[in-house]
């Protein structure tokens, strides 16, 4: 295949947007983008760290002018050195609390609110079961993880001054343990949901506290091109994950040059390996939604010895571990924790009922660590076959995984550890858990999960749907797959969804503005629906509307004229927010009331009345909360922090129970007394990929690269996001060169 070497398009700062914006603040940006290069000229040296004493490793680390670390050395471990000093740079406190989150320690430092969390991670085992896994890794990899611990502490000893009293000890299984925690929302609570469906009332540290477990603001996007739909006859991938900002997962940026691996990337506190990435030759998204990986059993003990059942006629003891949290200004919290071996692993009992004990078995209990392996072969893929056969590992946790590669292949995996069930039984509630007659016969091959290569289609998206839902045409039948690992309702499918495959179906020469703006959409799918329908009973009352006040009709014709972009600076989408509330609450039965409306149905007086009402109740609220009507979307929804603040557009809404979303899927929290609704989730760290010669990406943030409050990239990212931006990786030593911001050498003994 023959790649296009193209000019990169002008920038912004080193930003690339979406078409919209003045000339002339593109213009002043580079100017202030060229002097800022021309104060760095000193740091553009050559990236590659100078040779080193034997025995002594050396790592350059550069940060960009959106302060994202570029780390580069000739030794893989030295790479990690260097991330692991980056990353404790801007992210220092959050790594440690992590650390001793997943120890079980933190309520001793942080307080009664965080027993919980501590009960959870040591019933779950997971800085034990790190320990074993560690254990397995490559002896590669366990190098890396022990350097990127040494990372951390050197930049810990060089800064004492930011180290906490309660800073645990570090070691390298630690990382391990983080990522086995960060993924038991996506995993194990498969079983949990199960036990809760069938009436369990389940222990507080065995509920998804998270947002993210809980569903909410769970909305990732991710999309694939194959040459052929591009103006460049070359692949493109988005992945969009969208999660609270500063949720469990919190979004850590890096460029790594080290040894075989060139990667791009986001990773999170304490963690060592990206999650969503891309090298030279591969890159893959994620989005939540995958097979089923874990169940429910109810076990009936011993009235006399509950922790006695009889499995296949035979008496078995549960295991049991007692633990003590320390909790600071509190008494200590002690538990004692049981266990079950069913399905052949160490199977926790997460609640009690009489005499039935309900635990809960994970395909993921007893392979800690498969995942950071599995995450380790991905980086080092060169091909696409090369993907397939990580993949093949089985160590990736339950997710819809796009991918893409530099000779043109796409790639879609319903990924996840996903256990043979006997059939006669319905797994998605507790089932029998005293015989063998439910134990699971092994674990499905990939060939057996839902798996689409180079589709005919020539293109694919998941945005938290159906297997079945990620192209126009049918490229997945549900039926040739068992239930666990479809695992959905066969075409559901959501508003994001349908908006991807009404771009990308007619994505016959797609460019990298065209990419821009599908990843940055900010359409409210469905309002020339409602607008229509507003239409149609205004037109059947003209009495009324004639007998309506200036403001009425002002306001009125704001709405059928609305193009149903939630755009910041949008005064009609401000007013369309508060009428489809209003309507709501003025309606009977708002569901039937919307449900009318998307069937095109012709609506009932009372319907009409409805419409037209929720006019006026917007209006008198738009003026009690802001005191005009007058007033755009970015006036009122923000994003920032630190006492800095941008207009912020692609909200999503709830009316009457329906959502009401964009592609960004930005979601803000209640008004504040200001009135000022904060977005605190939703688009969170784009990243578009673009296999040309050479590879492009680029990518964005919440907030800023840097957690420290005096820092200039504490929020500075936060501007791209209202401007609908993004800015280019520097994944290229040659455009790296020219946004140096700093630079430091390490020498590694």
Not at 38 to 49: M, N, T, Y
């Amino acid at each position: 295949m023959v790649f296009s070497s193209l000019r990169q398009t002008p920038t912004e700062g080193g930003v690339l947007r979406a078409p919209a914006g003045s000339l002339t603040l593109q213009l002043l940006t580079l100017l202030f983008s060229f002097l800022v290069g021309s104060v760095c000229a000193l740091a553009h040296a050559e990236l590659e760290p100078q040779a080193s004493r034997p025995g002594v490793g050396s790592v350059t680390l550069y940060r960009d002018d959106w302060g994202v670390p570029h780390v580069y050395a000739n030794r893989e471990e030295d790479g990690f050195y260097g991330l692991g000093y980056a990353q404790a740079e801007d992210r220092l406190e959050g790594i440690l609390r992590r650390y001793l989150e997943v120890e079980g320690r933190s309520a001793a430092v942080f307080g009664p609110n965080a027993v919980a969390t501590d009960l959870h991670n040591l019933q779950w085992l997971f800085a034990e079961q790190a320990r074993i896994g560690f254990r397995r890794f490559e002896p590669q990899l366990q190098k890396d993880y022990r350097y990127f611990l040494k990372g951390v502490e050197r930049y810990m000893h060089e800064h004492p001054e930011e180290v906490p009293a309660w800073a645990p000890h570090l070691e390298p299984t630690l990382p391990v343990a983080t990522l086995d925690a960060v993924l038991w929302g996506v995993n194990d609570v498969f079983g949990v949901e199960d036990c809760t469906r069938g009436g369990v009332a389940v222990a507080q540290e065995n509920q998804p506290t998270s947002q993210e477990a809980q569903g909410l603001s769970v909305a990732s996007n991710e999309w694939v091109l194959m040459p052929w739909r591009t103006a460049e006859n070359v692949a493109f991938l988005l992945a969009d994950s969208h999660v609270p900002f500063d949720g469990q997962v919190r979004a850590f940026e890096f460029r790594l040059h080290a040894g075989p691996l060139e990667l791009s990337g986001f990773s999170s506190d304490g963690m060592v390996l990206p999650v969503t990435a891309h090298n030279r030759n591969v890159a893959w998204a994620m989005t939540a939604g995958g097979p089923d990986v874990a169940d429910c059993y109810a076990v009936e003990t011993d009235h006399n010895n509950p922790r006695r059942y009889i499995y296949d006629g035979i008496w078995q003891q549960m295991a049991t571990r007692r633990v003590a949290v320390q909790v600071k200004g509190s008494a200590p919290v002690t538990k004692e924790f049981e266990y079950t071996h069913h399905n052949g692993v160490l199977s926790p009992v997460i609640a009690r009922k009489g005499d039935i004990a309900y635990v809960v078995s994970s395909a993921y209990m007893g392979q800690t660590g498969l995942v950071d392996r599995q995450l380790y072969r991905m980086d080092l893929s060169r091909s696409m076959v090369e993907f397939h056969r990580a993949m093949e590992m089985l160590g990736m946790f339950a997710q819809n995984i796009m991918a893409a590669s530099s000779d043109g292949h796409a790639l879609y995996v319903r990924a996840g550890r996903v256990p043979i069930r006997p059939t006669g039984y319905d797994f998605r509630k507790p089932v029998p858990g005293n015989t063998s007659a439910t134990r699971w016969k092994g674990i499905h091959p990939l060939d057996e999960l839902v798996v689409v290569k180079d589709p005919a289609t020539g293109y694919m998206t998941n945005n938290n749907v159906s297997p079945d839902a990620i192209a126009a045409e049918k490229l997945v039948d549900a039926d040739k797959y068992s239930f666990e690992a479809f695992y959905d309702l066969p075409g559901f499918t959501n508003a994001r969804g349908r908006r991807a495959i009404q771009v990308l179906s007619r994505a016959l020469s797609f460019s990298q503005a065209d990419a821009f703006e599908l990843a940055l959409d900010e359409k409210w799918e469905g309002t020339e629906m409602w607008l229509e329908a507003l239409r149609a009973a205004l037109n059947r009352r003209p009495q009324a509307v004639e007998n309506a006040s200036p403001e009425f009709r002002r306001f009125a014709d704001r709405l059928v004229h609305f193009d149903g972009l939630a755009h910041k600076e949008s005064i009609a989408a401000l007013s369309y927010i508060y009428w489809r509330d209003a309507v709501a609450v003025s309606s009977t039965d708002s569901i039937r009331l919307a449900r009318a409306i998307e069937n095109h149905e012709e609506l009932s007086s009372d319907q009409d009345d409805s419409l037209r009402i929720g006019i006026e109740r917007a209006i008198s609220r738009l003026q009690d909360d802001h005191g005009s009507t007058e007033v755009s979307l970015g006036e009122v929804y923000r994003i920032g922090r630190g006492g800095s603040s941008w207009p912020i557009g692609g909200v999503k809404f709830e009316a009457g129970g329906q959502e009401v979303t964009t592609m960004r899927a930005m979601q803000a929290a209640a008004p504040d007394p200001d009135g000022l609704r904060w977005v605190f989730a939703g688009q969170r760290q784009p990243c578009l990929t673009i296999f040309s010669d050479p590879i492009r990406s680029f990518t964005s943030a919440p907030y800023g690269q840097s957690d420290r409050a005096q820092s200039p990239h504490y929020a500075d990212q936060a501007h791209l996001a209202s401007e609908r931006l993004l800015k280019p990786t520097y994944f290229n030593r040659e455009d790296l060169l020219k946004h140096v911001e700093s630079k430091r050498v390490l020498s590694i003994e």
